[in-house]
């Protein structure tokens, strides 16, 4: 059994800058266990601007900025396609990479798995399942990562930060959603986010607009929607769900003892940028410190 110092599990903006930062404050037996193919984040498939402000000071895309936190990290433990499948309250670790199924342990855990949004399924969303139904994360990986036009007039549901982000990538390949929908009475994120997207980028926002249904057979061909007492039908090729982000846990058992485990960035309270993820992955470096002294 591999036994370390501190295993961060998450190589996005979060776990990448603990690493660099328990490594600075001479934490040398550190490691980093990132599940996708490379590490960085979700910056990685954001190719608009926005980011490396709180950290860098410079003002990046997604991909850049992504690339600058790999660079920090030039030299440490960083494993990619390594997926943590257990995870018990006296710091053992089951991890799944590219020789098989091994254990570790750590004095240490600091999870670092960031967020994720919350699919159709959870939403209560009827209809039939075609393609086309997606959330923010896999629209960004589909138009950044692969150059693919998944559809040409989708619908956006919310109106969080996210959703707007959603309006941009779309934008890059030439997508012109037809509406973002928004089940309240004012959108979620601050105006005037609202008139930026109708006459900036010509995409309606219809505000107490509840989503129904999806029809369609191979393809999405409609959504219905609620909204103000009466049902509608919107014609488009495509849905996109976005926001209502939830830290990404589920593998974690409740009740995890603090002396061996904490977590940092999205995977604990409200949702950051990831600016804001990179400082707490410092913040959480410096106590891990003082606590291993």
Not at 106 to 113: D, E, G
Not at 117 to 133: C, D, F, I, K, M
Not at 215 to 243: L, M, P, Q
Not at 256 to 280: D, H, I, M, R, V
Request: with cysteine; hydrophobic share 40%.
């Amino acid at each position: 059994m591999e036994s370390h110092d501190v295993i961060i599990v998450g190589g996005g903006p979060t776990g990448l800058s603990a690493a660099r930062r328990l490594t600075d404050l001479g934490i040398r037996n550190v490691v980093v266990l990132e599940r996708e193919a490379e590490a960085g984040g979700i910056p990685r498939h954001c190719g608009h601007l926005g980011f490396g402000w709180q950290s860098h000071r410079r003002l990046w895309s997604g991909p850049r900025f992504a690339e600058e936190l790999r660079k920090s990290a030039k030299g440490l433990d960083v494993r990619t396609a390594t997926t943590v499948i257990e995870l018990s309250k006296d710091g053992q670790l089951r991890v799944q990479g590219s020789s098989g199924i091994s254990e570790m342990k750590a004095r240490h855990v600091l999870i670092a798995t960031g967020t994720r949004e919350t699919p159709r399924s959870a939403r209560l969303v009827g209809g039939s399942r075609p393609q086309g139904v997606m959330n923010t994360g896999a629209l960004q990986q589909h138009v950044y990562l692969y150059h693919n036009k998944p559809f040409a007039r989708p619908v956006i549901i919310g109106s969080e930060l996210v959703s707007f982000s959603a309006l941009l990538t779309c934008r890059h390949l030439g997508i012109r959603p037809v509406a973002m929908l928004e089940e309240n009475p004012r959108i979620s994120a601050q105006r005037p986010g609202d008139l930026i997207a109708r006459f900036a980028f010509g995409v309606p926002v219809r505000t107490s607009a509840k989503l129904i249904s999806i029809e369609g057979r191979k393809n999405v061909e409609a959504v219905e929607i609620e909204r103000r007492g009466k049902r509608e039908r919107i014609a488009c090729d495509g849905v996109i769900f976005t926001g209502l982000f939830r830290p990404e846990t589920a593998l974690f058992p409740t009740g995890l003892p603090s002396e061996k485990f904490s977590s940092a960035g999205n995977a604990s309270g409200p949702l950051k940028t990831s600016g804001e993820c990179w400082l707490q992955g410092a913040g959480a470096a410096q106590d891990i410190a003082r606590r291993l002294a």
